[in-house]
């Protein structure tokens, strides 16, 4: 059973354009959410997070919009740009002292300048 | 961001033999962790430690697989003996009360 679902696969967007990553989750107890971002040959660097006492996280470009009861969370990437395109991994875990992360398996960004 | 280092980059091995994967981790973080990549796809989790010892490890951590952290020294994955589906990218990551960070990971190619 898939704990975390990732929408869609791959996304191909212009450049300006807003991107959209889809994230749902399973596990209710799940409370905290990073978003990593991973390039080819690279480890995965992390991106944004949100805790689930949130509903909204932004920094800069990115913004997680969550929603607990629907059990599910966005990225949105404003302005987006060719240096953007980049596998995405939405993750979770329970928190605590265990961080242990659970990840979805990965939306390919691809900025089309 | 904080830099978790890991040696070697790539690694080929021959089935059957021994291999340890080396990291180190952010200087003040406590919690260590190894996840499995193959293709690019989805991290998995192998297992976390702390304090010296394991604290969850998954399905994916099998018999043949041991960590640990002699000293303050790398953070190690150690498979012994080595199979084919161990091939993978592994990644080490370290965190201290809740961001994850990640090493660019190690390519282990079982022939």
């Known amino acids: 059973q898939q704990q975390v679902r990732q929408s869609p696969q791959s996304l191909t967007v212009w450049e300006g354009e807003t991107a959209i990553l889809n994230c749902s989750y399973e596990d209710s107890t799940f409370n905290y959410f990073p978003w990593y971002q991973q390039f080819p040959g690279e480890g995965p660097a992390l991106l944004i997070s949100i805790s689930s006492v949130s509903d909204k996280k932004e920094d800069g470009r990115f913004t997680i919009f969550f929603n607990k009861r629907e059990k599910k969370l966005s990225l949105h990437i404003t302005d987006s740009q060719p240096g953007d395109s980049a596998t995405y991994f939405c993750?979770?875990?329970?928190?605590?002292?265990?961080?242990?992360?659970?990840f979805g398996k990965g939306t390919l960004l691809t900025v089309t300048p | 961001g904080p830099k978790v280092l890991q040696i070697p980059s790539h690694q080929i091995i021959d089935m059957g033999q021994m291999v340890t994967l080396n990291c180190d981790p952010v200087s003040n973080h406590l919690y260590f962790y190894w996840y499995k990549q193959i293709l690019g796809q989805q991290m998995e989790f192998l297992v976390n430690?702390?304090?010296?010892?394991?604290?969850?490890k998954s399905k994916l951590f099998k018999d043949q697989f041991s960590v640990e952290r002699p000293d303050g020294s790398y953070f190690t994955l150690k498979i012994q003996p080595t199979a084919l589906e161990d091939s993978a990218v592994y990644f080490c990551a370290s965190s201290s009360t809740g961001s994850v960070f990640f090493g660019k990971g190690t390519r282990l190619t079982v022939v």
């Open positions: 430690f702390y304090n010296g010892k394991v604290m969850e």
């Open positions: 993750a979770a875990s329970g928190g605590g002292s265990n961080y242990k992360l659970t």
